[in-house]
């Protein structure tokens, strides 16, 4: 008998090896204990209906969504649709966030296809939560939060729903390009790493490997590709122009004012200031600054715009940590600058990862819907008590930075912004330091430090009770909205404790 | 007058709620809020009415408020005087000022009115705006033909239009009119008080035009957009040099007064009274400023 020349002996002990097998070519006996499913080099499947499917879609199941298509998103009113059809109820519904195209997801409240929402409510489907229609009451989580919620299984996700501007047949997916491109897919990370089943939805089937890719065919399951997952110019928009409103660009220039006094505007500098409308001045107003003085500073962090690009490329920072791409000159710089860098929600913001960007952030400027005594912010109801919004990174940056800033006029309208308490508090007032309206600026007691560089600086420094009096005088005392006793939202603070609860408005 | 300068008068459409609550946040010297030119015939009743209500509750703090009425010509200044009037405005804005009657019209209309609500007699200032080539020839008489004026301005376009020239940017067509509302002003003991500068983008122009009036003699400038105060108010800003000089010249008035010497010298020169209350006012520009070192006539 000859010997094959491939055979050899295999002792059944190995040391260091707990269970030793032979290794047998073309078995497929021992590949079956592998955890995955063998070699697979198609992953496309016809129908998102056949990809819930095959994903073992049933009643009561959990599916997440990232919302960096925002308002063009087509994938989240798409799916629950199908989900819809199938005949499946009681889902709850896992989005980073939701914006006013997914009114359409009312219908599925109503005929008890959604259960409720974990993550982030905005807009119309806030509206309808604080007016109880949803079964259970809806969990609000910031950005950072979601994602410790996600990886200690506090929110278990079966089914994670990718929206993919571009993906290839083994599920790497970039969001560069494609004709939805929306660029950094930063939320999304954690959706893919931890659910149970991972689906790319697709209107961009390119060769494989599609580069640069972001999310990756180690994770995903499915990919079905399909005509359209959003509306171009509702994902990202053109350049976002600085506001030419007086009211906010002197907010925005008092913003920057504080930072230049604050100690932290030298060499080294990093910040993060979102896209509306006094952040965006505001970053314009440091940006100068930083001119002035000749500042190089770090990093900017969070949702990317071009005028972050802008001032990466002038040399006033060093790194963009992308997490969310604005616009599409952030997404142009994100596909092909090396310094413009694309983050996951847990590098950016969770408390429980063994250290975020959040923590390491020099000044944060932030908005509110209401701020109160006790520099408690309240980002989630209006000033009706309605559930308008999400928490964003809200309470992660609030808590990282060494100098939260919240910019806000001291009344909008007939309401005044600077009140006794909160309606909704989201974000606690001992990580806010700096509270920024065009009538006077208020510093945190708590913070002297920080009190002791504004002071004689020319700023229009005041008591925060001061401040609230003086809007109060202009717009007397505003009642508190009349709700009820049962609970419609739970806000969760970032390391899982609640913070506050959301009553149903009567 | 409330800080006793006027650098920089916005003006605010009588007919916008949100921009009257926040006149006076942007740090001009002077609020102006237009019931005239900037509000159409159709809206002159609830301008009328917002700005009305806007004097009785709205606490401008430390910012001089004064309101363009229409003229008493038109169908809209008898009321616009009978509502405003008891409000007490520090003062009314009184545009297409062509002969010292007008400015007297005005005058008896407000002292009547001040009568009847009990206001003392003489609290609202007037302020003429000459904005015809009758106006300007009459300018003198009417800045001197009441003890409520406290300072005079002129309309750059009305006026323009008026005399047939052309408007331009470097605005030569206006140093006659600009010459003459200075000299009048200092004659009359009040504010000369130049016109707009309408390209709101141009920062770097109104700066120069600013900086141009300051030389002429003019006490401030009317500006239509918040982020020209800034701009003008550093162009009102006198120098370092300018300002340790009127510190010198008031240290040696005070030092006089206590000597109780009639003489009064600085570095040998003698000190006479214009050159004292040219020092009082350079010093007052410097503190509301708030800096010393950054002034523009070196």
Redesign the interface.
């Known amino acids: 008998m000859t010997l094959d020349k491939n055979v050899r002996v295999i002792p059944d002990t190995l040391p260091g090896i707990k269970n030793v097998r032979s290794f047998q070519a073309g078995a497929t006996s021992s590949l079956a204990e592998m955890p995955r499913t063998p070699k697979r080099c198609g992953k496309i499947v016809s129908t998102v209906r056949e990809a819930l499917h095959r994903a073992g879609i049933r009643d009561g199941m959990t599916l997440s969504f990232h919302h960096h298509l925002r308002n063009g998103d087509l994938v989240v009113n798409m799916v629950l649709d199908i989900v819809a059809e199938m005949g499946i109820r009681d889902i709850t519904l896992a989005p980073s966030a939701l914006f006013p195209v997914h009114e359409a997801l009312l219908r599925h409240v109503k005929n008890g296809v959604i259960r409720t929402i974990q993550g982030s409510v905005n807009g119309p489907v806030g509206q309808a939560a604080s007016h109880g229609e949803f079964v259970a009451p809806v969990v609000l989580r910031s950005h950072g939060g979601r994602v410790r919620a996600i990886q200690t299984g506090d929110l278990h996700v079966d089914i994670a729903i990718l929206a993919a501007p571009s993906a290839d047949q083994m599920g790497n997916v970039s969001g560069v390009i494609g004709p939805s491109a929306c660029g950094s897919l930063g939320y999304a990370f954690t959706d893919a790493q931890y659910a149970d089943t991972v689906i790319a939805i697709t209107d961009n089937l390119l060769p494989y490997p599609v580069t640069p890719f972001s999310l990756l065919q180690t994770e995903v399951d499915w990919v079905v590709p399909v005509e359209k997952i959003g509306v171009p110019e509702k994902i990202v928009s053109g350049t976002l122009k600085i506001t030419q409103d007086p009211m906010r660009l002197l907010i925005a220039e008092q913003v920057a004012r504080v930072v230049e006094e604050s100690g932290l505007l030298i060499d080294g500098f990093s910040m993060q200031a979102g896209a509306g409308g006094i952040s965006l001045a505001a970053s314009a107003c440091i940006r100068e600054s930083m001119k002035k003085r000749g500042v190089r500073g770090s990093f900017i962090s969070g949702g990317i715009t071009g005028q972050s690009v802008d001032m990466l490329k002038e040399g006033l920072f060093r790194t963009l940590l992308d997490v969310q791409s604005f616009d599409l000159e952030a997404v142009a710089s994100l596909a092909c600058n090396p310094n413009h860098v694309e983050m996951s929600a847990s590098f950016y913001a969770n408390t429980a990862a063994k250290g975020c960007v959040v923590d390491m952030l020099d000044v944060a400027v932030l908005g509110a819907t209401q701020v109160d005594t006790d520099f408690n912010v309240n980002v989630n109801t209006e000033s009706d008590g309605v559930l308008l919004h999400g928490i964003g990174g809200h309470m992660d940056t609030a808590a990282g930075a060494k100098i939260t800033v919240i910019v806000t006029p001291l009344f909008r309208g007939r309401m005044p912004m600077v009140v006794d308490q909160v309606i909704t508090r989201t974000t606690p007032g001992n990580t806010v330091d700096v509270v920024v309206t065009e009538r006077g600026i208020a510093v945190n007691p708590g913070r002297k430090d920080l009190l002791d560089n504004l002071r004689g600086k020319g700023l229009p420094l005041m008591d925060i009770h001061d401040l609230k009096k003086m809007a109060e005088n202009m717009t007397g005392v505003p009642s508190m909205p009349p709700f009820g006793e049962r609970i419609i939202g739970i806000v969760e603070y970032r390391d899982g404790s609640i913070i506050d609860v959301i009553r149903q408005r009567v | 007058m409330k800080t006793g300068l006027r650098r920089t008068s916005l003006y605010i459409p009588g007919n916008n709620p949100s921009m009257l609550?926040?006149a006076s946040?942007?740090g001009a010297d002077c609020i102006i809020l237009d019931l005239e030119d900037a509000i159409t015939v159709t809206e002159k009743d609830s301008a009328r009415i917002l700005v009305r209500n806007a004097l009785r509750s709205?606490?401008y703090g430390t910012t001089e408020v004064t309101v363009r009425v229409n003229a008493l010509s038109t169908h809209f200044g008898q009321e616009d005087f009978m509502e405003i009037i008891p409000m007490k405005p520090d003062a009314v804005r009184l545009p297409k000022c062509e002969a010292p009657e007008d400015v007297v019209q005005a005058d008896q209309l407000i002292t009547e009115i001040e009568r009847k609500n009990g206001i003392e007699i003489g609290s609202v200032k007037i302020i003429p705006m000459i904005e015809s080539a009758l106006g300007g020839i009459n300018l003198l008489d009417i800045v001197r033909s009441s003890r409520r004026i406290t300072g005079v301005n002129y309309g750059a376009e009305d006026y323009t239009a008026d005399i047939g020239a052309v408007r331009t940017k470097e605005g030569r067509e206006l140093d006659d009119i600009r010459a003459k509302i200075v000299v009048a002003a200092r004659i009359a003991g009040v504010h000369a008080l130049d016109s707009v500068f309408a390209d709101v983008n141009d920062s770097d122009g109104l700066f120069d035009e600013a900086y141009a009036a300051r030389r002429l003699g003019f006490d401030g400038k009317s500006v239509i957009?918040?982020?020209q105060i800034p701009v003008v108010h550093r162009a009102f800003t006198p120098s370092q040099k300018e300002i340790s000089f009127a510190r010198r010249v008031v240290h040696a008035i005070e030092e006089a007064k206590q000597k109780k010497s009639g003489v009064i010298a600085l570095n040998g020169k003698m000190i006479d009274a214009p050159v004292v209350t040219k020092a009082r006012k350079i010093i007052a520009l410097a503190e509301a400023a708030?800096?010393r070192d950054e002034g523009v006539l070196s």
């Open positions: 609550q926040n946040v942007y709205i606490r957009h918040p982020r708030g800096y």
